[in-house]
């Protein structure tokens, strides 16, 4: 059981969007809209929304890797790859991972640079129930592309409820 | 617990060449959880998760995530950086509440 | 028709067994608990950076040196690196306790050393300091089998291991061994049911989101079947833990083990 340090039950706005625009802004030394406060309520299609901003979202470019079934919502292995050339003036800035049928849909955002080498992240990341997750690539130039994977996550015979 | 540094565990190569790809990969002790869970007496269970990550190697951002209730608990990360000139290479992991564990591992160029 | 030809050559194979060495069955080929995960788990559990089990290893290691319990003698103090010191130790447990004559586990040995050596108060079953200790020394045997006696002074505990084995228990009225021999392979629900092979314990579990004991796996076994859940650490559990050790035969240790 955790210590009960922490009162807030949902996170502040303010200190959302200032660590990111923070760590933004160093990654790409250019500015960063405030787009982490958003809270977008396991809807996948608002995130993606307030992501592109009115901006196209292209398929293509993004290979995103999660087991087609996976064994337990609570770690599904994520691997996420974008074809960039990585240099200097040419590079992924963010990789945006969303869930729509998770409570809160933004899973993580994963800040990326000249200085990566490659575009290449992986984590563990929780799925609430099977659904297809997107990864939404945010390139130095502006453009937008996306990779989707449909995970199906199904449930032990042998729980024990913790 | 929750005022000391979480337990991490970082796996990257102590030497390098220049310009090489080197990948490196972290883990930290953390529950993350999520706020949405509630206790044995029905209480929601507070929000407590790491909420930023951030690795620099000399002092330049190489990776940086902003993580939600979404990721896993014990979080793991792996990434990739390109070999420059020897130094430091500090990982920082802040929580909601703001409180930090700081790892540092020194690169070594061959 | 393989099939059965495969199971007759099997029995034979077993009845043949039974009669040389007068002891119960085993899985013919064993397999260990890891191969029954998918491949991303099993990927997991083979990246020592990536299985979260190590967090713990690494928590273990450093109370290894701590000084911090009792007297201010650390397990170093007297057992020195721990990786050319056990080597090869958690092969060897549970095993009988030459003192008092019962049967220890390694927590069990592990608690004896703090309140006997130490002077210090034995760690909780099941808190994070036994957990990593635990996970840290079982590492020190990885890929090594398990060596446990079963005769002698451990005899009645091994038959009392085998007992509880094969004894159908809970309102589901199910033995282990009906399940763990009899239908592995088979589905149930989203599990593939796999021979309860020990030698990835302490483990990850993903259902828990955080390290266990295999006698934790246990109480989650009892319960599947409906039975009563024994406390951690119970004289039953402990010597259901030696009749599993010796079940898997030449299997090495890959404890730290990641599981769903």
């Given at each position: 059981?955790?210590?009960?340090?922490?009162?807030?039950?949902?996170?502040?706005?303010?200190?959302?969007?200032?660590?990111?625009?923070?760590?933004?802004?160093?990654?790409?030394?250019?500015?960063?809209?405030?787009?982490?406060?958003?809270?977008?309520?396991?809807?996948?299609?608002?995130?993606?929304?307030?992501?592109?901003?009115?901006?196209?979202?292209?398929?293509?470019?993004?290979?995103?890797?999660?087991?087609?079934?996976?064994?337990?919502?609570?770690?599904?292995?994520?691997?996420?790859?974008?074809?960039?050339?990585?240099?200097?003036?040419?590079?992924?800035?963010?990789?945006?991972?969303?869930?729509?049928?998770?409570?809160?849909?933004?899973?993580?955002?994963?800040?990326?640079?000249?200085?990566?080498?490659?575009?290449?992240?992986?984590?563990?990341?929780?799925?609430?129930?099977?659904?297809?997750?997107?990864?939404?690539?945010?390139?130095?130039?502006?453009?937008?592309?996306?990779?989707?994977?449909?995970?199906?996550?199904?449930?032990?015979?042998?729980?024990d409820?913790? | 617990?929750?005022?000391?540094?979480?337990?991490?565990?970082?796996?990257?190569?102590?030497?390098?060449?220049?310009?090489?790809?080197?990948?490196?990969?972290?883990?930290?002790?953390?529950?993350?959880?999520?706020?949405?869970?509630?206790?044995?007496?029905?209480?929601?269970?507070?929000?407590?998760?790491?909420?930023?990550?951030?690795?620099?190697?000399?002092?330049?951002?190489?990776?940086?995530?902003?993580?939600?209730?979404?990721?896993?608990?014990?979080?793991?990360?792996?990434?990739?950086?390109?070999?420059?000139?020897?130094?430091?290479?500090?990982?920082?992991?802040?929580?909601?509440?703001?409180?930090?564990?700081?790892?540092?591992?020194?690169?070594?160029?061959? | 028709?393989?099939?059965?030809?495969?199971?007759?050559?099997?029995?034979?194979?077993?009845?043949?067994?039974?009669?040389?060495?007068?002891?119960?069955?085993?899985?013919?080929?064993?397999?260990?608990?890891?191969?029954?995960?998918?491949?991303?788990?099993?990927?997991?559990?083979?990246?020592?950076?990536?299985?979260?089990?190590?967090?713990?290893?690494?928590?273990?290691?450093?109370?290894?040196?701590?000084?911090?319990?009792?007297?201010?003698?650390?397990?170093?103090?007297?057992?020195?690196?721990?990786?050319?010191?056990?080597?090869?130790?958690?092969?060897?447990?549970?095993?009988?306790?030459?003192?008092?004559?019962?049967?220890?586990?390694?927590?069990?040995?592990?608690?004896?050393?703090?309140?006997?050596?130490?002077?210090?108060?034995?760690?909780?079953y099941e808190?994070?300091?036994?957990?990593?200790?635990?996970?840290?020394?079982?590492?020190?045997?990885?890929?090594?089998?398990?060596?446990?006696?079963?005769?002698?002074?451990?005899?009645?505990?091994?038959?009392?291991?085998?007992?509880?084995?094969?004894?159908?228990?809970?309102?589901?009225?199910?033995?282990?061994?009906?399940?763990?021999?009899?239908?592995?392979?088979?589905?149930?629900?989203?599990?593939?049911?796999?021979?309860?092979?020990?030698?990835?314990?302490p483990?990850?579990r993903?259902?828990w989101?955080?390290?266990g004991s295999l006698h934790r796996r246990l109480r989650a076994?009892?319960?599947?079947?409906?039975?009563?859940?024994?406390?951690f650490?119970?004289?039953?559990?402990?010597?259901?833990?030696?009749?599993?050790?010796?079940?898997?035969?030449?299997?090495?240790?890959?404890?730290?083990?990641?599981?769903?």
């Amino acid at each position: 059981m955790p210590q009960p340090s922490c009162t807030r039950i949902l996170p502040t706005l303010s200190r959302r969007s200032v660590v990111a625009g923070a760590t933004a802004a160093a990654l790409t030394r250019s500015a960063w809209p405030a787009a982490a406060a958003f809270e977008d309520d396991g809807n996948a299609t608002a995130a993606i929304a307030h992501i592109a901003a009115g901006r196209e979202i292209k398929p293509g470019r993004v290979k995103l890797v999660l087991p087609e079934l996976a064994e337990n919502g609570n770690v599904v292995a994520l691997s996420v790859e974008v074809e960039s050339a990585m240099t200097a003036t040419d590079f992924v800035k963010t990789i945006h991972i969303i869930a729509g049928q998770n409570p809160l849909a933004i899973i993580a955002r994963y800040h990326l640079g000249p200085r990566s080498g490659r575009a290449r992240v992986q984590s563990t990341i929780r799925l609430a129930t099977t659904q297809t997750v997107t990864a939404l690539a945010e390139m130095s130039d502006g453009t937008l592309w996306s990779g989707t994977m449909s995970v199906l996550v199904t449930l032990s015979a042998c729980l024990d409820g913790g | 617990m929750a005022d000391t540094p979480h337990p991490t565990r970082i796996s990257m190569p102590a030497t390098a060449k220049r310009g090489d790809i080197i990948d490196i990969k972290t883990l930290i002790q953390h529950e993350m959880e999520t706020g949405y869970r509630r206790d044995a007496n029905g209480r929601v269970i507070p929000r407590d998760i790491v909420a930023h990550f951030e690795v620099r190697y000399l002092d330049e951002i190489i990776f940086a995530a902003d993580t939600f209730a979404g990721v896993s608990a014990n979080p793991y990360f792996a990434f990739s950086t390109i070999v420059g000139d020897s130094g430091p290479v500090t990982f920082t992991w802040t929580d909601l509440a703001g409180r930090k564990t700081v790892e540092t591992r020194t690169l070594t160029v061959t | 028709m393989v099939g059965l030809v495969f199971a007759a050559s099997q029995a034979v194979g077993l009845c043949s067994l039974a009669a040389q060495t007068n002891l119960p069955s085993r899985p013919a080929i064993a397999k260990p608990g890891n191969v029954y995960q998918s491949p991303a788990t099993q990927a997991q559990q083979a990246d020592d950076g990536a299985n979260p089990a190590m967090l713990w290893v690494g928590q273990g290691e450093k109370l290894w040196s701590s000084t911090d319990a009792g007297d201010g003698k650390s397990c170093a103090g007297c057992h020195g690196d721990a990786v050319a010191s056990m080597k090869g130790v958690a092969t060897r447990y549970p095993q009988i306790d030459a003192k008092s004559g019962a049967l220890l586990n390694l927590e069990g040995r592990i608690n004896q050393c703090r309140t006997d050596r130490q002077h210090a108060t034995p760690y909780a079953y099941e808190s994070a300091p036994l957990l990593s200790l635990t996970a840290y020394i079982t590492l020190q045997s990885r890929g090594m089998p398990r060596d446990v006696k079963i005769d002698g002074a451990a005899a009645a505990q091994f038959e009392a291991g085998r007992s509880f084995f094969v004894t159908r228990q809970g309102q589901l009225n199910l033995a282990c061994t009906q399940c763990h021999d009899q239908s592995v392979g088979q589905k149930l629900r989203g599990d593939t049911i796999s021979q309860g092979q020990s030698g990835g314990w302490p483990a990850y579990r993903f259902e828990w989101q955080t390290m266990g004991s295999l006698h934790r796996r246990l109480r989650a076994c009892s319960l599947g079947v409906r039975a009563e859940q024994l406390p951690f650490g119970s004289p039953e559990y402990v010597a259901l833990e030696l009749y599993l050790a010796w079940r898997s035969q030449d299997l090495p240790l890959d404890a730290p083990g990641v599981r769903r």
